[in-house]
């Protein structure tokens, strides 16, 4: 019996060494360089991109977080693998269908889409990347695909220096507004997407200065010295969790809908609708909308 207990406690501590032995990675091993991130190094919390399509329907993306996570498993029998993981989240305007959400200790959380995914792993040694936009997934093992030199051109704008990065599981593809591709860039991050039914939307950047909210501006302006001010109101969050009461004191009376929620104001980004934009002014509404329950606004979106 004591052989046995003996024995027992010697094989113990072997796989105790073996697997401590195993499992002994540097911080350097988890640790991202700039050359794998630089992939995603253009795109920035706060940031709101626009993209435009053919047929002139409008998508608005905000990126909302970047969400961290390293995992310091063994990966051998019910361990996890020892991973890091970076997320870039997004949150679709003005209506977001693409977001979940998890319970933790009774408390339910947003998860917002994960536009962009890297995971490192230092055992095996695994670089993957993955893309998730609206239904469209894919996902890539150390590179995410041929780096395309040519020039390509869509809704009147050129692009190169681009990764086309189709979907892993194409049988998802079934009706005609599922994306099925993606194109990417180092520069831009998303940049386009087409989806089955053969419409493509571009990143669209909007003419004119970007320019920090001023009260006084906004009261004594036209929508256009408006619209300069709405990338930053919105990345800025300067009016979420304020009261309405508070709104119209900052912005005055909406231009484009009564002082119910949500409080919808026109401005004017600098583009022209018409073919090849050579017609009248395209105008946009920034919507702001209130909680329910607490009567705060808990979202700002503009779109056409």
């Not at 027992?8 to 991202?32: H, M």
């Not at 490192?120 to 609206?134: D, G, H």
């Not at 017609?279 to 329950?293: I, N, P, R």
Request: proline fraction near 3%; aromatic fraction near 12%.
């Amino acid at each position: 019996m004591k052989n046995n207990s003996k024995t027992t406690y010697i094989v113990f501590t072997l796989l105790t060494v073996l697997f401590s032995a195993c499992c002994s990675y540097e911080q350097k091993d988890f640790d991202f360089t700039s050359e794998e991130l630089a992939i995603s190094s253009s795109l920035h919390v706060g940031d709101t991109i626009y993209y435009e399509s053919n047929l002139h329907d409008m998508d608005t993306i905000l990126i909302i977080d970047t969400l961290s996570e390293q995992v310091n498993g063994c990966g051998m029998f019910i361990q996890p693998r020892p991973t890091n993981n970076l997320s870039i989240l997004i949150k679709h305007l003005p209506i977001d269908n693409w977001h979940g959400t998890s319970t933790t200790n009774s408390k339910t959380k947003i998860d917002y889409q994960r536009l962009f995914t890297i995971t490192k792993s230092p055992k095996p040694k695994q670089l993957e990347y993955s893309f998730c936009f609206k239904g469209f997934y894919s996902s890539h093992e150390s590179i995410i695909g041929e780096l395309h030199t040519d020039t390509i051109e869509f809704n009147n704008r050129k692009i190169w220096n681009y990764y086309l990065i189709k979907h892993s599981y194409p049988e998802r593809i079934k009706i005609e507004t599922d994306v099925s591709e993606i194109y990417w860039s180092k520069k831009e991050g998303l940049i386009a997407y087409k989806n089955k039914g053969g419409e493509v939307w571009i990143r669209k950047y909007f003419k004119g200065a970007v320019i920090n909210f001023d009260k006084a501006k906004w009261s004594s302006g036209d929508r256009r010295i408006r619209g300069e001010m709405v990338d930053k109101m919105i990345s800025d969050s300067i009016l979420i969790g304020k009261s309405k009461s508070e709104v119209l004191q900052l912005l005055g009376s909406p231009t484009a809908s009564d002082t119910t929620s949500p409080l919808v104001y026109e401005v004017d980004l600098g583009l022209k609708n018409g073919p090849l934009g050579l017609g009248g002014t395209w105008l946009f509404f920034m919507s702001v909308q209130f909680d329910t329950t607490t009567n705060k606004v808990n979202d700002v979106w503009c779109r056409d």
